[in-house]
């Protein structure tokens, strides 16, 4: 059975940092992206960033360009997502998720319905 299980999430003052992991158990057979997401109240789900899993190639959302970065370890079994100067509209919930699609990412946009194994989502909290 596949599990994503997420730790990092907490409460930040604005221009802090933190650093999500996601870590996979049980075998994706033939994966080929992990992303993360979040999720504020009141609005939809965006990707944030991607990572191709066998390439390293990532992939990012406009609104983080230059403050998030995401990475993996060699095994392949555990992705990260550090988070730098935060701003009290990165407050949402955060999940990470993995594809099989090599749709999940098309022309740098992040696809959620392409991603087929979630996390549980976990808080982040930016204050001014």
């Known amino acids: 059975q596949v599990r994503l299980d997420e730790s990092g999430g907490d409460s930040v003052q604005a221009g802090g940092s933190l650093r999500l992991s996601c870590t996979t158990s049980?075998?994706?057979?033939?994966?080929?992206?992990m992303a993360w997401f979040r999720q504020a109240p009141g609005h939809q789900r965006e990707g944030v960033a991607a990572?191709?899993?066998?390439?390293?190639?990532?992939y990012y959302d406009d609104s983080v360009k230059g403050r998030f970065t995401i990475s993996q370890n060699n095994a392949r079994d555990a992705f990260y997502l550090q988070m730098d100067n935060l701003k009290p509209e990165d407050t949402a919930t955060y999940t990470c998720a993995a594809s099989r699609s090599w749709s999940a990412v098309v022309a740098g946009t992040i696809r959620p319905f392409a991603f087929d194994h979630w996390g549980q989502g976990m808080q982040v909290t930016v204050s001014s």
């Open positions: 990572i191709n899993t066998a390439s390293g190639d990532t």
């Open positions: 049980g075998r994706i057979d033939g994966r080929t992206y």
